[in-house]
Nanobody
Framework: QVKLQESGGGYVQAGASLRLSCVSS????????VAWFRQAPGREREFVGG????????RYSDSLKGRFTIVRDDAKNTMYLQMTALEPEDTGVYFC???????????????????WGPGTQLTVSP
């Protein structure tokens, strides 16, 4: 089983920028489609953004209005989520997820991902 570990969450004020990291334990990370999801208190887990293993452009939730950017560094088995212009509505637990190596996935579908990190908390104050 692939282990994923998120880091970089914290408490910030609205308007700030922050970068989350997700490190994978497997060298096959480069063959996996990966994504970020988030869950706010009292709400369902929602898709933030993701990137497939075959080099296609990242895909993002339309609600983010272009504020977030995903970068993957396969040499480091790491994925990043660069967040700008943070809003209180961005508060939640952020999870990274990875699919089976080489699998065809729908990035927005959490059920297509087999491995999940424990999550990192982000709190954005007004």
């Amino acid at each position: 089983q692939v282990k994923l570990q998120e880091s970089g969450g914290g408490y910030v004020q609205a308007g700030a920028s922050l970068r989350l990291s997700c490190v994978s334990s497997t060298w096959t990370f480069r063959l996996k489609s990966v994504a970020w999801f988030r869950q706010a208190p009292g709400r369902e887990r929602e898709f933030v953004g993701g990137i497939t293993w075959d080099g296609a452009s990242p895909r993002y939730s339309d609600s983010l209005k272009g504020r977030f950017t995903i970068v993957r560094d396969d040499a480091k088995n790491t994925m990043y989520l660069q967040m700008t212009a943070l809003e209180p509505e961005d508060t939640g637990v952020y999870f990274c997820a990875a699919a089976r190596s080489g699998a065809k996935v729908e990035l927005t579908n959490a059920n297509d991902f087999t491995d999940w990190g424990p999550g990192t908390q982000l709190t954005v104050s007004p």
